[in-house]
């Protein structure tokens, strides 16, 4: 019996307990959410400790999220002790609701149930009720939603967890209605049948959440197994191949979410292999994306994801992670492929970025919301006659046309009766076919075309935007700066490059502590929060494609010490691999550890390579060693299903190798110099890593951090590359076609 079906059975006792309540999934009708404005700090300031008759405590944090929900009459509490105390002192269970700021269903849930003065009347009377935001405490997370997926199959936000006073759960639910629906219980039901259970079936409720626990424990620690190597990267190409959607690009069926870390890894598979099927497969995906409805075809960057299998109807949201990571699939499928279609989708991605979502302090903001108007995806719709009201009679043709918008529209929700016969603008041909059509000359029509987008979007721009959730976390801001690092150095662009060191920078003063640890956000310039293993395992990745990209010491040097930093709290010396919580931050109910790749790497997938790289460029053994161990870690669970971990794929792939170290000697800024970082970065050569030994500097402090370099210096007053394959150095060479064919192994 796997850990997971006993976990199951061990909550499917417990939910029997409670009278077999069912928990609800979120397809459910939709339901008009009516948005209310956050309030003002200088309102904050002035409130009592409880937030008064018009607010709850939530008014006092710092999270959008939770700032949303201030003046629910729910009487909430964040997570933290004080909630936990009033509960024993109560008696009551606790009500744990967790969601994020541009989760569409966390905002029917509220206007359904928290705004509601009925429900709130039952939650006060039989819970202590705590809000938490996913984005801020990642960790409470995991281990809810641990629970809940045994309960319901599945996961997702809202998440509605009871449990103890000792945060031990016994029930867990996604999203549930106010009323029955579809023969399941709505709050006004379920919420006196588990207060009842509470009063009358304490003991065994409580017996059955130490089970869960222990449960819980049990499988937190990850599974050890055989070596990963390359019959493993075989595996999960076979495994994403089988899954693969010809059609229409992506994985599987609907909904469909982009996961580029697959692609990533395909590209990684199609260079050891020369199988051009897994370029394909990646070329394929990034363009059908790019096509659909995902994609907003006016103000550019994308969608969450797509509800239907064809990349048409999205979630609206868009979320910086989304960007970041689809950007570095991008980048990298330019290098390999050189379409410059691709490359357009990478800069248009940081366009958007740079544009909407980055703060005056150069950090990046987490997320836009689905809704405007309390109506999903209201501010990205249009309609036939908006088009040619926008744009007049021709060009508003020409826009229908060519972004698929008819007079009945392809779009029926919530939206129909503030804009019927509304559209998803998409495509359905390229820039070829369609200028055939129209009889046009490709450059004339994509001149064309860009002229009509760019008057769209200034039409578009006076609409009710969506909520910016403008909280700056730490982890997703690491992933946004490897991102338009990555892009700056392959593309020879310094706008991209430009953008990485402000955030960078940012990170580094604003998201750090004195004593060099990291905090988990900041928002209207407080930073607070504990930073868990995300935010050091993404901060140093952006930092490591920093230093590559603008080769300042500074962020080499802040990439080993967050990583010294992560060792010595994250690290499990037991059995390997990294905590998601330190040793020192709040003790929850178990002590997770997590590999699973999901829309988000797993911070010990990210850390696998990092580790790797690291070890590489100072040649420290230890980084290596830690690698490995963490690897070792985890493949017993990777063995048995490897396409769910390919952000650990690309560090086996790194350690199987070759990989190889490159030292480029030279005069900082000077062309030759600059020529030969130019073709090293517009190549598809992952397994790499590149340092700078300056010439003409005294004891510059890259022969510091990586003391082979110190005898690496520059040949006859002319850059030089130092080639070495797994730690075995070729000839020197100062031409930049031999460094290339050097590394064409």
Known sequence: MTDSTRLGRRVGATIALVVALVACDNSSEAQTTTRKSLPAPEVIASLPPDGGDEFNRLVFEQSPYLLQHARNPVDWYPWGDAAFEVARKADKPIFLSVGYSTCHWCHV?????????????????????????????????????????????????????????????????????????YGRRGMMELLPLIGTAWRDQRAELEASAKGIVKQLADRSGGNPGPPLNQSTLEACYQQLAQSFDSTNGGFGGAPKFPRPHNLRFLLRYAARSGNQTGVDMVVKTLREMRRGGIWDH???????????????????????????????????????????????????????????????????????????????????LWSTADLKSALGDEDGAFAATIWNASESGNFESEADEVKPHANILHLTKDAGVLASELDLEVAEFEERMEAVRRKLFQIREPRVHPLKDDKVLTDWNGLMIAACAMAGRAFDEPRWTELAKRAGDNLLTSLRAENGRL??????????????????????????????????????????????????????????????????????????????????????????????????????????????????????????????????????????????????????GAEDTSAMTRALAAVFLPNKVVIFRPAGEDAPLITTIAKYSEPQVWRDGRATAYVCQNFACKQPTTDIQVMLDSLDD
């Open 109 to 181: 849930m509220e206007h359904e149930s928290f705004e509601d003065e009925e429900v709130a009347e039952l939650l006060n009377k039989y819970f202590v009720c705590v809000k938490v935001d996913r984005e801020e405490r990642p960790d409470v997370d995991q281990v809810y939603m641990t629970v809940t997926q045994a309960i319901t199959g599945s996961g997702g936000w809202p998440m509605t967890v009871m449990m103890t006073p000792d945060r031990e759960p016994f029930f867990a639910a996604t999203y549930i209605p106010k009323a029955n629906r």
């Open 298 to 380: 006016v103000g550019l960057g994308f969608a969450r994801y797509s509800t239907d299998e064809k990349w048409l109807v999205p979630h609206f949201e868009k979320m910086l992670y989304d960007q970041a990571l689809i950007a570095m699939a991008c980048v990298e499928a330019w290098q390999m492929t050189g379409y410059e279609d691709l490359r357009q989708t990478a800069e248009e991605i940081l366009e958007y970025v740079e544009r909407d979502m980055t703060a005056p302090s150069g950090g990046f903001y987490s997320a836009e919301d689905a809704d405007s108007e309390g109506i999903e995806g209201l501010f990205y």
């Open 519 to 668: 905090y988990k956000r900041s928002r209207l310039g407080e930073a607070g929060l504990t930073g868990l293993l995300e935010d050091y395992a993404f901060s140093v990745w952006g930092l490591l494609e920093l230093y590559e990209s603008s080769f300042d010491e500074r962020y080499l040097v802040a990439s080993i010490d967050l990583t010294k930093i992560a060792l010595e709290f994250f690290w499990d010396e037991e059995s390997g691999g990294f905590f998601l919580a330190p040793s020192d931050g709040e003790a929850l109910i178990v002590r997770s550890k997590e590999i699973y790749d999901g829309a988000i790497p797993s911070g010990n997938s990210v850390f696998a390579l990092n580790l790797l790289r690291l070890s590489r460029m100072t040649a420290n053994a230890e980084f290596d060693d830690r690698a490995h161990e963490l690897i070792r870690a985890f493949s017993g669970d990777v063995q048995r299903g490897p396409m769910g971990f390919t952000q650990l794929m690309l560090a086996v792939d790194f350690s199987v190798g070759p990989a190889f170290e490159i030292v480029i000697a030279g005069e900082r």
